[in-house]
């Protein structure tokens, strides 16, 4: 049995996954502080990929970097092509990630306390230190389940891919199109394989993620102690 569909899953969504942590947490902080009415429209405009149906973003991930548009056709000129690549791919399962993470993100981010931020920043600490030592720890429920939530989205990712990437094995083959080639194929037993193999990968990851929960629960409250005003 060809296992490579399950190592370029697994590849895709954790690339994917690290650039949608970061880029996520990043907006999520940064429109969280923005007025009432520029909130609601980047909210709008960063929320969209969740609710297109995937074939519509890969339709749009093709007109932007198709090898027949401007753009696809100046980074094919220097060397980066995203349509019929794995790290196409990446670009795809990325970009109908990012809402969850960015939305779970902002959530956790919005209900911060800044009394917490206030008292760090009465103790000389800089505003960087505070995000990472004060606002990330209290925050970190939400970032994990956000970041689970689009490994898990990433991984199972099927619509978008097929349209930017398609099916080519070796290359660009993913559990996701596999499953659905080794049924067009009436290969049933083999896709009810590869089927098992995203329940079990899903079912670990959804596992870990639990007790990580359970975890950062327990801990939860010495920030909120250390620094609380009095």
Same mark, same amino acid.
């Given at each position: 049995? *060809?296992?490579y569909p399950l190592w370029n899953s697994?590849?895709?969504a954790a690339i994917s996954c690290v650039l949608v942590f970061f880029s996520g947490i990043a907006l999520a902080y940064y429109v969280a502080r923005l007025p009432r009415v520029l909130k609601g429209l980047l909210d709008v405009v960063l929320t969209l990929p969740l609710v297109l149906p995937p074939t519509v973003c890969g339709w749009l991930l093709l007109l932007v970097f198709g090898l027949k548009h401007p753009v696809g056709i100046f980074l094919? *000129?220097?060397?980066i092509r995203f349509v019929m690549t794995w790290y196409g791919g990446v670009l795809a399962s990325a970009v109908v990630a990012f809402p969850l993470m960015y939305r779970t993100a902002r959530g956790a981010f919005e209900s911060f306390d800044e009394t917490l931020a206030w008292s760090g920043k009465t103790l000389g600490l800089s505003d960087t230190f505070i995000f990472w030592h004060i606002r990330?720890?209290?925050c970190k429920q939400g970032i994990i389940a956000g970041t689970v939530l689009a490994f898990a989205r990433a991984l199972g990712e099927y619509g978008a891919t097929s349209m930017l990437i398609g099916?080519?094995?070796?290359n660009t083959a993913t559990i996701s199109t596999t499953v659905y080639q080794l049924w067009r194929t009436n290969d049933e037993y083999s896709a009810f394989i590869w089927v098992l193999v995203n329940i079990?990968?899903?079912?670990?990851?959804?596992?870990?993620?639990n007790l990580s929960l359970k975890s950062a629960a327990a801990k939860g409250g010495a920030w909120h102690d250390r620094y609380r005003c009095p």
């Open positions: 049995m *060809d296992w697994l590849r895709i094919n *000129d220097v060397g990330m720890p209290y099916y080519i094995p070796k079990a990968i899903s079912a670990v990851v959804l596992l870990t993620v």
